[in-house]
């Protein structure tokens, strides 16, 4: 149990235009999703929290107009990066929690998506 | 100060080998500790949450120390398939936020 789902998991762009990623929690109702970013060689940074119906929480650094996030409903958040550029090339990958997971690892578990590779030329 | 600290290494290890990676964080208030175990290009997978009395899963044993702000991750008859990155995870401060480490790379030679 507790899939998430990341749709495209690669993409490439030209520089300017806007790339929409998915995140969808297929078994269980994601309350809070998370969106990291990881660049070659380092670890996954947090970028944004969204809870179900509210607007998302940035992490310091992230441009909110720059990354859209939304979280309409509790199996899904999309991430939208507007006016791509080569320096927003990275490794995105989102994460959720919720209700009706399962597992011992307690109710703070996230259970991350298969990432989505974009590259912005 | 990093907020989460990893031996980015890597090890290299023959198959066999017992491997032992540590973590120390900053933020006192964390209570809850994990470890992801992430493949190349791909995304972090949980290997196993870390309670303060000390968990074992088959070959693997994580160990907390509050006092020290200290986590480590033993592993025990590394296999090939053992050859990952280690990533030491912080749910920050209770926030719910997890803040990860740069990773330890392990390499298992046969």
């Known amino acids: 149990g507790a899939v998430v789902s990341q749709h495209p998991s690669w993409v490439i762009c030209k520089s300017g235009t806007s790339v929409k990623i998915e995140c969808r929690s297929l078994?269980?109702?994601?309350?809070?999703m998370f969106w990291y970013r990881q660049f070659p060689k380092q670890s996954l940074m947090l970028m944004a929290t969204s809870n179900e119906g509210s607007k998302a929480t940035y992490e310091q650094g992230v441009e909110k107009d720059k990354f859209l996030i939304n979280h309409a409903s509790l199996t899904l958040s999309t991430l939208t990066v507007t006016s791509a550029h080569p320096e927003d090339s990275s490794f995105y990958i989102c994460s959720a929690r919720g209700i009706g997971t399962s597992g011992g690892a307690g109710s703070d578990t996230q259970y991350f998506g298969p990432g989505t590779r974009l590259t912005v030329l | 100060r990093k907020e989460v600290e990893q031996d980015p290494g890597p090890f290299n290890v023959p198959e066999g080998a017992t491997v032992a990676f540590n973590c120390t964080y900053s933020n006192s208030a964390s209570q809850s500790f994990f470890w992801y175990r992430q493949d190349c290009r791909k995304e972090p997978k949980l290997l196993m949450s870390?309670?303060?009395s000390g968990n074992e899963d088959g070959r693997f044993t994580a160990q907390l120390n509050r006092a020290s702000q200290y986590i480590s991750l033993l592993i025990r008859d590394s296999k090939l398939s053992d050859s990952a990155t280690y990533l030491c995870?912080?749910?920050?401060?209770?926030?719910?936020?997890?803040?990860f480490g740069q990773g330890t790379t392990l390499q298992v030679k046969p």
């Open positions: 995870v912080v749910n920050w401060g209770n926030t719910g936020k997890l803040i």
């Open positions: 870390v309670y303060s």
């Open positions: 078994d269980f109702q994601a309350t809070t």
